[in-house]
């Protein structure tokens, strides 16, 4: 049971419609994870890769004192193909990228107006694999150690065992209940500030499980999460995800065809014009799996890929509009 669940009018938040993102799991991959990232799904599991020893840079520069436990606060991918990918997101939404190589592996930050805003990792599939490149992300916590004993006491899997990075922190990574892959970062030079993104940047991510209700009161458990039920089609639930007055993700139905789409988290990166994006990124080589359409707060959202098969949707979100939930 959770410990708070309440129906609530939220000031400016803007909740992923389940009838829009239904529409699009059927044709949404799973993937497998590793640190540094480290993440290829398979069908309907994730199993750890071999470590990739990387040096990598830290969250903030320079470091901060926030930490805002609960919030989505990096996303890393691992593809076949990274100098495909830094021209995909590059000219999609304007990233920058500074390489670096360690151990023969390479890693790549992704920047934009001089803020981090994703991690790339090489991984090459090999012949026989049935993998796909996937966005993972990584969410604040004050303790892994133990989101750790927490999380396996209440049914997760660990994928990534805790380890420490230096100058990023102590990361872990875990395939929740339902199959659904996260990671856990607690950063060493404190979380991103609780400002809008602005577009090219990530600002929202949707569970999208079996069980949203049962999902909602394990990540409650790790991060001490309010949990709100907000409005759904029939025979769905839309759960709302919230820590310091601040929405933070959505806990959303999968469809009828669970059997062929394993629960995963989505990411969203915040945009002006979702179908011209939507347009742009077959452009350049990815694939639309579910076109533009409008939200239940009057702007668009579409679900797209990257050349190599990683998932992420686009969303338009108005300034107007804040995260913050009223009370």
């Known amino acids: 049971m959770h410990t708070q669940r309440r129906s609530n009018a939220f000031n ?11 529409a699009g799991l059927r044709r949404l991959a799973g993937r497998l994870q590793k640190s540094l990232l480290a993440a290829l799904l398979g069908a309907a599991f994730a199993a750890p890769v071999v470590a990739v020893p990387l040096t990598v840079p830290s969250l903030q520069s320079p470091s901060n004192q926030e930490h805002h436990v609960g919030k989505v606060i990096f ?38 107006y001089g803020r981090p805003v994703a991690g790339l990792i090489q991984k090459n599939v090999a012949a026989g694999e049935h993998r796909q490149p996937a966005w993972l992300g990584f969410i604040a916590s004050g303790d892994v150690d133990a989101v ?23 990361e872990a990574i875990f395939s929740d209940p339902q199959g659904a892959v996260f990671a856990v970062l607690a950063s060493s030079s404190g979380d991103p500030a609780d400002v809008l993104a ?3 940047e990530w600002i929202w991510s949707s569970l999208i499980t079996s069980d949203p ?8 458990a790790l991060f001490d999460y ?34 062929i789409t394993p629960p995963h988290w989505l990411n969203y990166v915040r945009v002006e014009n979702a179908p011209k994006m939507a347009e742009k990124v077959i452009a350049l ?43």
């Open 12 to 22: 400016s938040i803007r909740p992923m419609p389940a009838r829009l993102v239904h």
């Open 75 to 112: 996303l890393e991918l691992v593809t076949p193909d990274i100098v495909r990918a830094k021209q995909f997101y590059g000219e999609l939404f304007g990233w920058t990228f500074h390489d670096m190589q360690s151990g023969g592996a390479v890693y790549t930050e992704a920047s934009l």
């Open 148 to 170: 750790k004993k927490t999380a396996l006491e209440r049914g997760a899997k660990m994928l990534f065992a805790p380890h420490n990075l230096p100058d990023r922190g102590r």
């Open 198 to 200: 602005v577009p090219g």
């Open 213 to 220: 209700d049962a999902a909602a009161a394990f990540y409650q």
């Open 226 to 259: 309010e949990v709100f039920e907000l409005p759904a089609s029939p025979g769905t639930e839309h759960l709302m995800l919230a820590s310091e007055n601040y929405a933070r993700a959505s806990a959303n139905s999968l469809p009828m065809e669970k059997a």
């Open 285 to 327: 080589g990815g694939k639309v799996l579910v076109d533009a359409r409008v939200d239940r707060h009057g702007g668009k959202v579409a679900v797209v890929s990257d050349p190599s098969g990683a998932t992420f949707g686009l969303i338009e979100w108005p300034d107007t509009e804040s995260k913050e939930v009223s009370k």
